[in-house]
């Protein structure tokens, strides 16, 4: 079945950086771009960037601008999400989710990542 | 940035309810809004696109309407499955923008 699985939960030191997996199966993986939301303790959706694994495009947040990185392995299927310079409000579940470009929705998600960030 | 105005915060009701969630925007989307349910410890799943577009799989008493700033999500009957929260996403332009969240909790 069509699905996105990502990497397990860390602890990392603030001024760390993380790196979040997102492996797609069922599904041709250049054919849909990946975004990445991330979801604070007890908050709302937040959107972080998106990426074409066909082209390696890339649109960020400008929150984000200059401390996240969206990359692929299309031989692989999978993308990753790198954020540097952690601080404690970084604490979040990340999920990558595709866009479905018939639905101009987000209809596909990852099971979640938490990054706890604590010193 | 587009702002999304989601309302109401919380709710109570109880099964067999009507339950209506609205959304407004701060500009101009058409029809490019979404709507997407959580349950607790789990990812978003996709209820509506288009403003009115039931995704596939999705049970038929949840509707959409709305165009231009304002949206609405009903379900016509509230099932003990649909204690969640919900939330509105405009897919006009970047940077996606969610509203803040409804929860809807059993009375």
């Known amino acids: 079945q069509v699905q996105l699985v990502q990497s397990g939960a860390g602890v990392k030191k603030p001024g760390a950086s993380v790196k979040v997996s997102c492996k797609a199966s069922?599904?041709?993986?250049?054919?849909?771009?990946i975004n990445w939301v991330r979801q604070a303790p007890g908050q709302g959706l937040e959107w972080m960037g998106w990426?074409?694994?066909?082209?390696?495009?890339?649109d960020y947040a400008q929150k984000f601008q200059g401390r996240v990185t969206l990359t692929r392995n299309s031989s692989i299927s999978t993308a990753y999400m790198e954020l540097s310079s952690l601080r404690s409000e970084d604490t979040a579940v990340y999920y990558c989710?595709?866009?479905?470009?018939?639905?101009?929705?987000?209809?596909?998600w990852g099971q979640g990542t938490m990054v706890t960030v604590s010193s | 940035d587009i702002q999304m105005t989601q309302s109401p915060s919380s709710l109570s009701a109880s099964v067999g309810d009507r339950v209506t969630i609205t959304c407004r925007t701060s500009?101009?989307?058409?029809?490019?809004l979404d709507w997407y349910q959580q349950q607790p410890g789990k990812a978003p799943n996709l209820l509506i696109f288009?403003?009115?577009s039931l995704q596939s799989g999705v049970p038929s008493r949840f509707s959409g309407s709305g165009s231009g700033t304002d949206f609405t999500l009903t379900i016509s009957s509230l099932q003990p499955e649909d204690f969640a929260t919900y939330y509105c996403?405009?897919?006009?332009?970047?940077?996606?923008?969610f509203g803040q969240g409804t929860k809807v909790e059993i009375k």
């Open positions: 989710a595709r866009w479905a470009v018939v639905s101009d929705a987000l209809d596909i």
């Open positions: 069922g599904y041709s993986f250049t054919g849909y771009d």
């Open positions: 990426m074409s694994p066909n082209s390696g495009n890339t």
């Open positions: 500009q101009y989307i058409s029809n490019y």
């Open positions: 288009a403003a009115s």
């Open positions: 996403q405009q897919s006009y332009s970047t940077p996606w923008t």
